[in-house]
């Protein structure tokens, strides 16, 4: 008798995404693109720390020459470059959003973020007005490409009237259930009004690292078996309310949470902490040295995003933790992160016109 040689389960990146996870990358490098989608990724994301990094490996200075020729503001080449990489990532992805009928396949494209810098004179109003422009000047005649906007009070105002446009839309810096509950009325009140509801889909990101990093610092009065819980049972329970609240609208497309801010941030943390507490539905962005830790650590993943720390931690975080004032300490330093970057991709474009000029 011969006897069937066993089959070992899947590992690494590919069993997370058999658990009902979808692995978006925080990346739109081409090589890390075309890398990752081998190993299960379906979509991509991207910021300007992202651009600036991909400026600066040398890589992309013909077409950067070729950007200088057409534009003299170096805002102008940012931008140029942003829309050509993120365009890149959609080709790519291009297969996986015409398969799954528009459900994946998605890449991210970031609105500019100096609207958020803490100095800008700019009115409210004329923030969420630009907010508006910029959607549609980015979205407009494209396929796969969501458009990222930040859930504060100007990309929060704007929402409705991007919906209303037709535009897929990525929320991001969502750090509570305020931003995220505002976030999700005002685009479904929008894309109401614009109908084609069978091809509707939008996607929350959920920051959750930087939560535990807050509570590490700012509620330090937190058991061991709560600190390091927050970020998590926060995601948690904003992908449940998720959850209930699309299940009920008898959509075509899947409206989504996405886990982001994954990377682990405390000392204790195993590279996978958040990757495998929240593997089972939703998207994850995880940074490529996160997901390389994952192939490299060759676990097997099961579903948990639908399981949470006993009644006893709950209660703890509920009561030792102020959402309002988190959010708030979250959102002044996520602004900061979001604009900073902003900036050095200005910078680099600065100094690679100079030094491409002078070679």
Do not use: C
């Not at 459900?103 to 609207?115: A, I, K, M």
């Not at 005002?186 to 889909?201: E, P, V």
């Not at 992160?337 to 050095?344: G, H």
């Amino acid at each position: 008798m011969h006897s069937t040689p066993s089959t070992s389960p899947p590992t690494g990146l590919q069993s997370l995404v058999d658990t009902g996870t979808r692995l978006w990358l925080d990346s739109v490098d081409p090589e890390e693109v075309a890398r990752f989608k081998k190993l299960g990724a379906t979509g991509a994301t991207s910021n300007p720390i992202i651009i600036s990094d991909l400026i600066a490996s040398g890589r992309f200075d013909e077409k950067l020459n070729e950007l200088f020729d057409q534009h003299e503001s170096d805002e102008a080449v940012a931008w140029a470059m942003t829309d050509h990489l993120v365009g890149e990532a959609q080709k790519q992805f291009a297969d996986v959003w015409e398969s799954s009928e528009h459900n994946d396949g998605w890449v991210s494209f970031e609105l500019d973020p100096l609207l958020e810098e803490v100095d800008n004179p700019m009115p409210h109003a004329d923030k969420v007005a630009r907010y508006i422009k910029l959607a549609k000047q980015w979205s407009d005649e494209q396929t796969n490409r969501m458009i990222k906007v930040p859930a504060t009070p100007a990309g929060l105002d704007a929402l409705e009237e991007i919906a209303a446009m037709g535009t897929t839309i990525n929320v991001t810096l969502v750090f509570s259930e305020r931003q995220y509950q505002a976030a999700r009325d005002a685009i479904w009140r929008g894309r109401q009004r614009y109908g084609q509801l069978d091809m509707f889909k939008s996607v929350y990101s959920i920051f959750i690292s930087r939560v535990d990093v807050y509570t590490a610092k700012h509620v330090d009065n937190l058991s061991d078996h709560a600190q390091g819980m927050v970020g998590l049972v926060n995601a948690k329970r904003l992908w449940e309310q998720n959850r209930d609240f699309w299940g009920d609208q008898n959509l075509k497309l899947d409206q989504e949470i996405i886990f982001a801010s994954t990377g682990k941030k405390l000392d204790w943390q195993e590279p996978d902490y958040y990757v495998d507490n929240t593997a089972g539905d939703g998207i994850q962005t995880n940074p490529p040295e996160t997901n390389a830790a994952v192939e490299e650590m060759g676990k097997t993943y099961e579903a948990k995003v639908d399981q949470m720390p006993p009644r006893a931690v709950l209660d703890e975080i509920d009561e030792k933790v102020d959402v309002q004032a988190m959010e708030e300490q979250l959102m002044h330093e996520g602004l900061k992160k979001f604009s900073d970057p902003m900036n050095k991709l200005l910078g680099r474009i600065r100094e690679s016109r100079e030094e491409l000029k002078s070679a």
